[in-house]
């Protein structure tokens, strides 16, 4: 059953989340650390004083509410989810997915562009904002893809596509390997590609570069993942009950992985920041990273590409095509990790360019 959803957060959470933030203890800071140390606390306390006395959630929940959202129950967990339909009726569905420490809202800027060609299909991954928390272990990115193939069906779609970025390319690239006669192809603007001795390619300057940077992510685990991944319930503890710890946690992963050139502006950080905080999702969603092996789906369908110069790491077109049917490949010079946020301009025409060619190959 799919029932209609309404964003209505407590007057008394609002209130609460002011009241700790006003009664925040900070820690010292050695004089000139910079980011050596971490995330700066001038930025911190300048963020947190906004957030307390200057950002307006009951704005962006009404701005929120404007699009159409619903809920559903899928294998025992909430899901929640954007649908919005084009005005084209034959128009191909597509199904985007966010990642950590996305949401949802990622793709609020691509709605208006895209849903002109596609019926557009939004969700959130269980244990993350309204679709969490999860009660149940095994939910890693292969059963979020059989969720969303069970979603699509329930809409009635029998063909679409699937795009996402973070986690939300693994889902996409599961989703393609567990219902590759359903979904036509796969738009990625993230897929990590492992140094491979033994793969007989030749690479460029270019991309052994973009290698090392691979291996030196690989030798210095991010310290976030690292504690995720093992102990998602200790770090939740401090996420959930102090907003400014949950700020910081996200505030600097939007920091190093945003190009400075295209920066996510305060009010969209703060309403995602908020949507973990307020949903209380912080050990819920930090779990997909326990949850989940790492390695690429057998994904047989046509895949496109799109690499953003300072994403986490750029994609090695000679190796991805060693996996993939690539079909598409595009690079830009600028934008980052949440490219949907910072240059939502290129990410939704690539993501027209590349599935429109895919519907006139399959017409």
């Known amino acids: 059953m799919i029932k209609p959803f309404r964003i209505a957060i407590p007057q008394a959470d609002l209130d609460d989340l002011h009241d700790r933030l006003a009664r925040t203890r900070w820690p010292n800071e050695l004089d000139g650390a910079g980011t050596d140390y971490g995330f700066p606390l001038a930025r911190l306390k300048?963020?947190?004083?906004?957030?307390?006395?200057?950002?307006?959630?009951?704005?962006?929940?009404?701005?929120?509410?404007?699009?159409?959202?619903?809920?559903?129950?899928?294998?025992?967990?909430?899901?929640?989810?954007?649908?919005?339909?084009?005005?084209?009726?034959?128009?191909?569905?597509?199904?985007?997915?966010?990642?950590?420490?996305g949401s949802f809202l990622e793709f609020l800027d691509v709605i208006e562009p895209l849903s002109r060609d596609f019926h557009l299909v939004i969700p959130s991954i269980p244990g993350y904002g309204f679709s969490g928390p999860t009660h149940e272990r095994g939910w890693d990115v292969p059963r979020v893809a059989r969720a969303w193939a069970e979603l699509m069906r329930r809409l009635g779609y029998e063909r679409y596509g699937a795009q996402g970025g973070d986690f939300g390319a693994g889902i996409s690239l599961s989703l393609g390997a567990y219902a590759p006669e359903q979904v036509v192809a796969v738009h990625l603007n993230y897929l990590p590609t492992r140094p491979d001795p033994d793969a007989g390619v030749e690479l460029s300057a270019t991309d052994e570069a973009r290698l090392d940077k691979v291996r030196d992510l690989l030798t210095n685990r991010p310290p976030y993942q690292a504690l995720q991944a093992a102990t998602p319930q200790?770090?939740?503890?401090?996420?959930?009950?102090?907003?400014?710890?949950?700020?910081?946690?996200?505030?600097?992963?939007?920091?190093?992985?945003?190009?400075?050139?295209?920066?996510?502006?305060?009010?969209?950080?703060?309403?995602?920041?908020?949507?973990?905080?307020?949903?209380?999702?912080?050990?819920?969603?930090?779990?997909?990273?326990?949850?989940?092996?790492?390695?690429?789906?057998?994904?047989?369908?046509?895949?496109?590409?799109?690499?953003?110069?300072?994403d986490i790491t750029q994609s090695v077109r000679p190796l991805a095509e060693r996996l993939y049917d690539i079909r598409h490949w595009s690079e830009f010079d600028h934008g980052g990790h949440f490219a949907a946020m910072e240059v939502p301009e290129l990410l939704a025409g690539d993501v027209r360019e590349f599935f429109l060619t895919q519907t006139k190959r399959e017409g």
């Open 46 to 101: 300048e963020l947190a004083e906004y957030w307390r006395t200057g950002y307006d959630w009951r704005a962006h929940e009404a701005e929120l509410n404007e699009l159409p959202h619903f809920t559903t129950e899928i294998d025992g967990q909430n899901i929640h989810f954007v649908h919005v339909r084009s005005p084209k009726p034959d128009a191909l569905a597509l199904i985007l997915t966010h990642g950590w420490p």
């Open 234 to 310: 200790t770090i939740g503890y401090a996420l959930t009950d102090s907003p400014v710890g949950q700020l910081a946690w996200i505030a600097e992963r939007f920091a190093q992985w945003t190009d400075p050139h295209t920066p996510v502006d305060d009010d969209r950080m703060l309403t995602d920041i908020s949507l973990y905080w307020l949903t209380a999702t912080a050990a819920s969603s930090a779990r997909l990273h326990r949850e989940t092996v790492r390695g690429n789906a057998l994904c047989t369908v046509p895949v496109g590409i799109a690499v953003f110069a300072h």
